[in-house]
């Protein structure tokens, strides 16, 4: 069944819509991130033009994380504290990147920005996510146990001034460094369509050293908070969020979810890790082939602004 | 802001001979199948029927046969950007770019038979008929001008066009019902921008133009995609904040559906 999409102005099968939020659902439910950097690309491969895509994206992640946070919320699982400060430099890197994404979308070099983020971002933090699991693969495969990890250890990052004490993570550390890591998700969650999920976890228990029975749900408030404002931003500056598709995508994305989780649960951590880190790496490297590879066509148009 | 309707009662168009040379002894009458197109969530594309008739005005004499048709269709006025990649520093980008002012964003022509056997060639590009003879003027620093029709920015623009069903010509598109009666289809893609679309019908006999008739029609959304269409620009900022509210909506369902305890 087609239907017709009001501000992407495209007709699209509904029923592959429909798939494609259960299929990334699923694999967000399973790996415990929104999947907004596989939802975003898809979108682009149906026809989707990336701006579209990208504000489109952003309700769709606001609601699969809005899911996720009320079920960390009644196991009592998010430092409310530390997703506040969190969101201090969320908004404004929310803010930010949609500010940006404007005056790039002018210029007309979006396009490429987005495929330049993504090649960047994903080729590394996936390519560190399949060295960091497949050791932690074989360090399981020798001697079964982890090397432990002093809670006290402290980096630089501890050094820096402005302390505050977060109660349910038990740190006592700067905010500097939490409103810049909320800061940067904000920004990138703006301008790539993604909730960051599988970048802000491992940063929040490798750099601030958050406890694992809290980090998930506290990174989700951030991503339902940034993503949120991200959708009304886009749509108030912009005017490319498409209500319909993301209906469509999020309604699809729950259910699958809910299957993901059941998934995930079955599997070993590490491995559930390599196959995230060979997912994000994949999706990267795609985009690196279309940026390298020569292109069949050389040219293209679009409308200028004001004229919608 | 949308263009009053198109009375009903215009069934049948006939509108003044315009231009029409000195001596001419024939009226062109025609009508389209629908003066609105509407887009509503299950619209693919649509097609306009265009109709026609010759008429003789009893002044001159009475010609029966030889007429040709040529049907030029323009849609509303766009401005589009159109970008050309090259390599730079190893990546595919878009280095260079040529703006079109307010071109059609759809066109169509259509004929009976190959226009260069309908007219000379000087004369279609004095009548701009054919996508080699339209005017698609380029932003040229501070200038304005259209360019010679083997630019490649302009090739690559009308090539991109035709792909994507906004430009089309056919010259085979029109056929003749009876020596006097004509018809032609005006395929309107899923693509095509709302606004108004202008339908100049050109008759000719004998290499030369002898009347047309020009009517339109109005590609409009209706519906759920007409109000999600005019929220999203209008109201911006509500609508933003009311798609987010279904996003957390749809989110606290799922978690009350799918609670696993």
């Known amino acids: ?100 994404f404007t005056q790039l979308r002018a210029l007309g070099q979006l396009d490429l920005v987005i495929a330049l983020s993504y090649v960047i971002l994903l080729s590394s933090v996936g390519s560190l996510m399949v060295a960091e699991s497949l050791r932690a693969i074989v360090r399981a495969h020798r001697n079964k146990q982890a090397p432990a990890r002093h809670s006290g250890s402290h980096t630089w990052l501890h050094g820096l001034p402005l302390k505050v004490r977060f109660k349910q993570s038990r740190l006592y550390i700067s905010v500097i460094p939490v409103w810049a890591i909320g800061l940067v998700m904000g920004f990138l969650g703006a301008i790539m369509g993604i909730g960051g999920g599988f970048i802000l976890v491992p940063a929040l228990i490798y750099l601030l050293r958050v406890p694992t029975n809290v980090v998930i749900g506290t990174s989700m408030v951030l991503t339902l908070v940034t993503m949120a404002s991200a959708t009304i931003l886009h749509a108030a500056t912009n005017h490319l969020v498409d209500a319909l598709l993301a209906l469509i995508l999020m309604v699809g994305g729950v259910i699958g979810a809910q299957f993901g989780a059941q998934a995930g649960q079955k599997m070993r951590s590490e491995r559930l890790r390599l196959m995230l880190g060979l997912l994000v790496l994949a999706v990267g490297l795609r985009f690196a082939v279309n940026l390298f590879v020569t292109p069949g066509e050389m040219f293209s148009f679009r409308l200028m602004e004001g004229d919608r | 802001m949308r263009r009053a309707l198109l009375p009903a009662v215009a069934a049948l168009v006939a509108l003044l001979p315009l231009g029409a040379p000195a001596g001419a002894a024939e009226r062109l009458v025609t009508s389209l199948s629908t003066h609105r197109v509407l887009i509503n969530s299950v619209f693919t594309g649509a097609e306009v029927v265009l109709f026609g008739a010759v008429e003789s005005d009893g002044a001159g004499p009475v010609r029966r046969g030889g007429f040709d048709v040529i049907a030029t269709v323009v849609g509303p006025r766009q401005t589009l950007k159109t970008l050309r990649k090259d390599r730079m520093l190893g990546i595919w980008i878009n280095a260079d770019s040529r703006t079109f002012i307010d071109v059609p964003a759809y066109l169509a022509i259509l004929g009976t038979r190959p226009f260069d056997q309908v007219v000379s060639a000087e004369r279609l590009r004095r009548l701009q008929i054919g996508l080699n003879n339209v005017v698609l003027p380029q932003q040229i620093g501070p200038d304005v001008a259209d360019v010679v029709t083997d630019d490649p920015f302009r090739r690559a623009f009308l090539r991109l066009k035709t792909e994507r069903r906004l430009y089309v010509e056919d010259a085979r598109a029109v056929t003749m019902l009876s020596p006097t009666l004509f018809q032609a289809s005006i395929p309107v893609p899923a693509e095509a921008p709302v606004g108004t679309y202008e339908v100049d019908v050109k008759l000719f006999h004998d290499g030369m133009l002898v009347t047309r008739s020009t009517s339109a029609f109005e590609i409009t959304k209706v519906g759920f995609e007409r109000f999600v269409a005019t929220a999203a620009v209008d109201n911006g900022l509500l609508y933003g904040i009311v798609t987010a509210m279904m996003a957390l909506m749809t989110g606290w369902l799922a978690s009350i559906v799918f609670r696993r305890d």
């Open chain 1, 1 to 100: 069944m087609e239907i017709y999409l009001p501000i992407a102005d495209l007709p699209v099968n509904v029923f592959l819509v429909f798939a494609m939020g259960i299929a990334v659902g699923f694999i967000s439910g399973m790996f415990g991130i929104g999947g907004g950097f596989l939802m975003t690309p898809l979108l682009i491969f149906i026809g989707v033009s990336p701006a579209v895509a990208v504000a489109t994206v952003s309700s769709h992640i606001a609601a699969s994380s809005f899911s996720g946070a009320l079920n960390y919320w009644r196991r009592r699982a998010i430092d409310l504290a530390l997703a506040f400060m969190l969101l201090i430099g969320g908004l404004i890197g929310t803010a930010s990147g949609v500010w940006l």
